[in-house]
């Protein structure tokens, strides 16, 4: 079993510019979660995708869209990137609500 | 609202002795909580989970204690080695089991 893996592990972008990071949860995982972490601070929570469907969402701006696709797989959109949108993303994956979420290696993403 | 926090951002032990890792909690309805370990440029790791109707669960070399009166939540490492070297979360699901809530994080360093 492969985990939760992430592309790519690094990346940079310029100001303005658009991305795309993508998710592949657990086997038998159908729920897949992201996660903003800033350096020093713990996660905080973009969105859920559940049956390819936005379930709940945090306090980000709409410049943060994901998709989840038919085969579990998720993607992190990010428009109009700011200075502060620098930071680690965290996918996790988990069977259901309230169940054990595991989490990604991340993918850095360093804005200029 | 809720919120999770950490008492302490640091904690420093020695190799073979047992380490306490404490977390206060701000949501009284919340019914299921995680502890994490996140080393270095990795994603966060799942060590434990507890749901509220229960005060303590074991698992290999460590336990996770939940005291629900007064909120708060620890996570305790016995015989702490230098691999246990890392960040350590604890994390809330929200009401609705869909996101977790983390707090700042523990900073563990085991010397041998």
């Known amino acids: 079993d492969a985990g939760v893996t992430q592309s790519p592990t690094h990346l940079i972008k310029t100001r303005g510019q658009q991305v795309t990071l993508r998710c592949s949860p657990k086997?038998?995982?159908?729920?897949v979660s992201w996660y903003q972490q800033a350096l020093g601070q713990g996660p905080q929570f973009i969105f859920q995708?559940?049956?390819?469907?936005?379930?709940q969402r945090g306090n980000f701006p709409d410049r943060f869209s994901g998709h989840q696709f038919p085969n579990y797989s998720s993607e992190l959109n990010v428009n109009a990137l700011l200075l502060g949108d620098s930071a680690l993303y965290l996918c996790?994956?988990?069977?259901?609500?309230?169940?054990?979420?595991?989490f990604g290696q991340g993918t850095r993403l360093t804005v200029v | 609202g809720e919120s999770v926090g950490l008492h302490l951002p640091t904690l420093s032990v020695q190799e073979g002795d047992n380490s306490i890792i404490n977390c206060a909690y701000s949501?009284?309805?919340?019914?299921?909580f995680i502890w994490y370990k996140q080393e270095s440029g990795k994603g966060p790791q799942f060590i434990i989970d507890?749901?509220?109707?229960?005060d303590k669960r074991q698992g290999q070399r460590v336990t996770v204690l939940l005291n629900k009166t007064v909120k708060h939540l620890s996570l305790q490492i016995a015989a702490t080695q230098p691999g246990d070297s890392a960040v350590y979360f604890c994390?809330?699901?929200?009401?609705?089991?869909?996101?977790?809530?983390f707090g700042k994080g523990t900073t563990l360093s085991v010397s041998s």
């Open positions: 949501n009284s309805a919340s019914d299921y």
């Open positions: 996790a994956s988990s069977p259901g609500l309230n169940t054990e979420a595991f």
């Open positions: 994390a809330e699901a929200n009401q609705a089991g869909t996101a977790l809530i």
């Open positions: 086997s038998g995982h159908d729920t």
């Open positions: 995708y559940y049956e390819e469907e936005e379930r």
């Open positions: 507890i749901r509220s109707n229960m």
